[in-house]
C-alpha cells in the first residue's frame, strides 16, 4: 500500500476472475446463471479499469483440502457431476459437466488469495467466483452452492498458517448457514451475519450464538426486509466494527452478497452501490487498524446484473483506494460517505443483537 502524490491510497488489490467460473451452468431460468458474473468481466474489461489491479494466476484446492471442511462422501457426490449434463444434487442445486471443476477452481481462488495477503504480495482481494459457498455444510450441497469456499478457506488458513482468530462478516441476502455450522463451536473463527429473515435456509435466529468454545463467537442480524443504506450502515458501524475492534482477528473475510441491493428479484432488501462501498471501506479500515490490511471479499448471492456489476465495481474501488472511471454509480461521494457515518435510523434487530453481543463483549 502506498500514496500517490496527490495522498490517495493505493492498494496491491488482487481480483480472482477465470472463464471456467462461466462453465458452471445449471438449467436455462435458473437465477444462479454465468450471466451473474459474466457482465462484471465485461465492466473491468472496459476502459482502463484493470490497470488499477492484480489479476493473480491460481489452481483449485486438492480435495485434501476440501476435505478440512466437507465429508468425502460429499466431495465425491459432486466429482461424480464431472462431465455429465445439468444434474440436480438438491431441489434447487444443479451441476453441470465443469461444476466440479469450477467449485475446486472457486475455493482456490480463495485459498492463493488469504496465502499472497499473508505473504504481503497482495493488500487485500476480490474473489469474483461462482458456484457460490455459504449454504453448503460439511455432508451436504444446498443454496445453489456446492463447497463452502469461505469456509474451506478460513480452515485451510488455520492449519496451514496457524490463524488463531478469524472474522467472517456474510451480508448475502440469505443466512449462511453452512458457514456459521463449520465454526459454531469454534473460537477461532468470529462469525456475523446479516440477513432477511426466515427467508431461506431459515437459519439465522437471534438465540444462534454458538455452543461451548464457540458460545459468543456467533451473531445474527435477522432484518424484516425493506432495509436499505442506512441499516445496512448501522450493523457495520455499530457491531462489525467495535466486534473487529475487540476480537483482533488475524484475517477478516466477507461473503459479499449483492442480492440486498434494491431490485433484486429474490429480496426485498434496498442497498445501492453507495451503500455497499461504505460497509466496504469500513472493513477496510478495521483490517488496516487491526491485521495489517488483511481483508478479502468473495462473491455469494446477488441476482439482478445492475447490481452485480455496480456493487462489485463499488467493492473494488474501495478495496484498491481509487476512484474508478467506468460511467457507473461506484464511487462513494463524501456527503453519502458523511451521512452513512453518522446513520441512526430505527433498526430493531440489530438493537437486539446488540443488546445480545454486550454480553460477552465489552466496548460494544
Same mark, same amino acid.
Given at each position: 500500500m502506498?500514496k500517490?502524490?496527490?495522498?490517495a491510497v493505493m492498494?496491491?488489490t488482487?481480483?480472482?476472475r477465470?472463464?471456467?467460473f462461466l462453465e458452471?451452468?445449471?438449467?436455462?431460468s435458473?437465477?444462479e446463471?454465468?450471466e451473474?458474473?459474466?457482465?462484471?468481466?465485461?465492466a473491468?474489461d472496459?476502459g482502463?479499469?484493470?490497470?488499477h489491479?492484480i489479476f493473480?494466476?491460481?489452481?483449485?484446492?486438492s480435495?485434501e483440502?476440501?476435505?478440512?471442511n466437507h465429508?468425502?462422501?460429499?466431495?465425491?457426490?459432486?466429482?461424480s457431476?464431472?462431465?455429465?449434463s445439468?444434474?440436480y444434487?438438491?431441489?434447487?442445486t444443479q451441476?453441470?459437466?465443469?461444476s466440479?471443476e469450477a467449485?475446486?477452481?472457486?475455493?482456490?481462488?480463495?485459498v492463493d488469495?488469504?496465502?499472497?495477503i499473508d505473504?504481503?504480495e497482495l493488500d487485500?482481494a476480490?474473489?469474483l467466483v461462482?458456484?457460490?459457498?455459504?449454504?453448503?455444510e460439511?455432508g451436504?450441497?444446498?443454496?445453489f452452492c456446492?463447497?463452502?469456499?469461505?469456509a474451506?478457506?478460513?480452515?485451510?488458513?488455520m492449519?496451514?498458517l496457524?490463524?488463531?482468530?478469524?472474522?467472517?462478516?456474510?451480508?448475502?441476502?440469505?443466512h449462511?448457514n453452512?458457514?456459521?455450522?463449520?465454526?459454531?463451536?469454534s473460537?477461532?473463527?468470529l462469525y456475523?451475519s446479516?440477513?432477511q429473515?426466515p427467508?431461506?435456509p431459515g437459519t439465522?435466529?437471534?438465540?444462534?450464538?454458538g455452543?461451548g468454545?464457540g458460545?459468543?463467537?456467533?451473531f445474527?442480524?435477522?432484518?424484516g426486509?425493506?432495509?436499505?443504506?442506512?441499516?445496512f450502515?448501522?450493523i457495520?458501524?455499530?457491531?462489525a466494527?467495535p466486534l473487529t475492534?475487540t476480537?483482533?482477528p488475524?484475517?477478516?473475510?466477507?461473503?459479499?452478497?449483492?442480492?440486498?441491493h434494491?431490485?433484486?428479484?429474490?429480496?426485498?432488501?434496498?442497498?445501492?452501490?453507495a451503500?455497499?462501498?461504505w #460497509?466496504?471501506?469500513q472493513?477496510?479500515?478495521m483490517?488496516? *487498524?487491526v &491485521?495489517g490490511g !488483511? /481483508?478479502?471479499v468473495?462473491?455469494e448471492?446477488?441476482?439482478?446484473l445492475?447490481? #452485480?456489476?455496480d456493487?462489485?465495481l463499488a467493492?473494488?474501488? *474501495?478495496? &484498491?483506494?481509487? !476512484? /474508478?472511471?467506468c460511467?457507473?454509480p461506484?464511487n462513494?461521494?463524501?456527503?453519502k460517505a458523511a451521512?452513512?457515518a453518522a446513520?441512526?435510523?430505527?433498526?430493531p434487530a440489530l438493537?437486539?443483537?446488540l443488546?445480545?453481543?454486550?454480553?460477552?463483549w465489552?466496548?460494544?
Amino acid at each position: 500500500m502506498h500514496k500517490t502524490a496527490g495522498g490517495a491510497v493505493m492498494r496491491k488489490t488482487g481480483v480472482y476472475r477465470d472463464n471456467i467460473f462461466l462453465e458452471h451452468q445449471p438449467a436455462i431460468s435458473h437465477p444462479e446463471s454465468p450471466e451473474r458474473l459474466r457482465v462484471v468481466y465485461e465492466a473491468l474489461d472496459k476502459g482502463d479499469i484493470a490497470k488499477h489491479f492484480i489479476f493473480p494466476a491460481f489452481d483449485p484446492v486438492s480435495e485434501e483440502i476440501l476435505h478440512l471442511n466437507h465429508s468425502p462422501i460429499m466431495v465425491d457426490r459432486v466429482a461424480s457431476t464431472e462431465g455429465r449434463s445439468v444434474e440436480y444434487l438438491d431441489s434447487d442445486t444443479q451441476a453441470s459437466s465443469r461444476s466440479y471443476e469450477a467449485a475446486c477452481l472457486a475455493a482456490g481462488a480463495l485459498v492463493d488469495g488469504i496465502a499472497r495477503i499473508d505473504q504481503g504480495e497482495l493488500d487485500n482481494a476480490f474473489c469474483l467466483v461462482r458456484p457460490p459457498g455459504h449454504h453448503a455444510e460439511w455432508g451436504e450441497t444446498g443454496g445453489f452452492c456446492l463447497f463452502n469456499n469461505v469456509a474451506v478457506a478460513a480452515r485451510w488458513a488455520m492449519q496451514e498458517l496457524d490463524m488463531q482468530r478469524i472474522l467472517i462478516l456474510d451480508w448475502d441476502l440469505h443466512h449462511g448457514n453452512g458457514t456459521q455450522h463449520s465454526f459454531y463451536d469454534s473460537d477461532k473463527v468470529l462469525y456475523l451475519s446479516s440477513h432477511q429473515y426466515p427467508y431461506y435456509p431459515g437459519t439465522g435466529a437471534f438465540p444462534e450464538i454458538g455452543k461451548g468454545k464457540g458460545e459468543g463467537f456467533t451473531f445474527n442480524v435477522p432484518l424484516g426486509g425493506g432495509e436499505g443504506d442506512m441499516e445496512f450502515a448501522r450493523i457495520v458501524n455499530e457491531l462489525a466494527v467495535p466486534l473487529t475492534r475487540t476480537y483482533q482477528p488475524e484475517l477478516i473475510l466477507i461473503s459479499c452478497g449483492f442480492d440486498i441491493h434494491d431490485g433484486d428479484p429474490l429480496g426485498t432488501m434496498r442497498v445501492t452501490p453507495a451503500g455497499t462501498a461504505w #460497509m466496504t471501506r469500513q472493513m477496510v479500515k478495521m483490517a488496516e *487498524e487491526v &491485521c495489517g490490511g !488483511k /481483508l478479502l471479499v468473495t462473491l455469494e448471492g446477488g441476482y439482478d446484473l445492475d447490481a #452485480m456489476r455496480d456493487g462489485s465495481l463499488a467493492v473494488l474501488a *474501495e478495496l &484498491c483506494g481509487e !476512484k /474508478l472511471d467506468c460511467g457507473y454509480p461506484v464511487n462513494l461521494s463524501d456527503e453519502k460517505a458523511a451521512q452513512l457515518a453518522a446513520s441512526a435510523v430505527p433498526c430493531p434487530a440489530l438493537d437486539y443483537t446488540l443488546d445480545l453481543a454486550r454480553h460477552y463483549w465489552e466496548g460494544i
